[in-house]
């Protein structure tokens, strides 16, 4: 699967690579997440419990963080096993871009999945991650404003008015910087 996303996020660069690179606030924000730990350098274990439709799984794995140029962007390869529930892997670019209303996140995903989650069918598997997407970065934002309450651009937007996305990011980014949402990020955000 392949997919590629970008969302504006009301705090600046500096603030959102911070965030971004921040286990505690990376667990907090990713649906079902209960191990985000730095194990060695650039690398992170990952816990997930997800359920996409009848498949329910408790994934582990890791992510390597590679071509760090920080504030602006990274690379991310994951992996990820959940049982007899399937896996997935993948990479992922990164990228943080100065905006009008603070920063903008892009990314890119290439990832796989097999078992049980790969028979489900795309629709339903694009359908969670979509969701998951979404839950991460209500929580992302929600994390960011809370952090930073006293950034003008973190405050321009009421939440009824939040900045629209252009995609989501994929579930497995998330999950495994995510294990997704991801995206999620990175099904990852």
């Known amino acids: 699967m392949d ?3 970008q969302r504006v996020l009301h705090v600046t660069q500096a603030q959102a690579w911070d ?5 505690e606030i990376l667990k907090s924000c990713i649906p079902g997440c209960d191990k985000f730990e730095l194990t060695e ?17 408790k994934f582990t794995g890791k992510v390597t963080l ?5 504030p602006n962007s990274y690379a991310l390869n994951f992996e990820a096993q959940g049982g007899v529930a399937g896996f997935g892997k993948g990479e ?18 290439h990832s796989t999945v097999g078992g049980k989650l790969a028979q489900l069918g795309q629709r339903l598997i694009d359908g969670a991650a979509k969701s998951l ?11 960011l404003q809370a952090k930073y309450p006293g ?9 009824t008015e939040a900045a629209p ?14 294990v997704g949402a991801g995206a999620v990020w990175y099904l990852v955000r």
Request: charged share 15%; net charge negative.
């Open 3 to 5: 997919m590629q996303g």
């Open 19 to 23: 965030a971004l690179n921040d286990p």
């Open 41 to 57: 350098a650039n690398i992170y274990k990952v816990g997930v419990a997800i359920k996409i439709g009848p498949v329910s799984a």
């Open 66 to 70: 590679s071509d760090i140029q920080a």
């Open 92 to 109: 992922s670019q990164v990228s943080l871009h100065p905006h009008a209303e603070g920063c903008e996140l892009k990314y890119t995903v």
């Open 133 to 143: 997407a979404e839950d991460f970065f209500k929580r992302f934002d929600e994390s």
């Open 151 to 159: 950034n003008e651009a973190a405050n321009a937007l009421s939440p």
């Open 165 to 178: 996305t252009s995609g989501s990011v994929p579930t497995w980014i998330w999950l495994a910087l995510l």
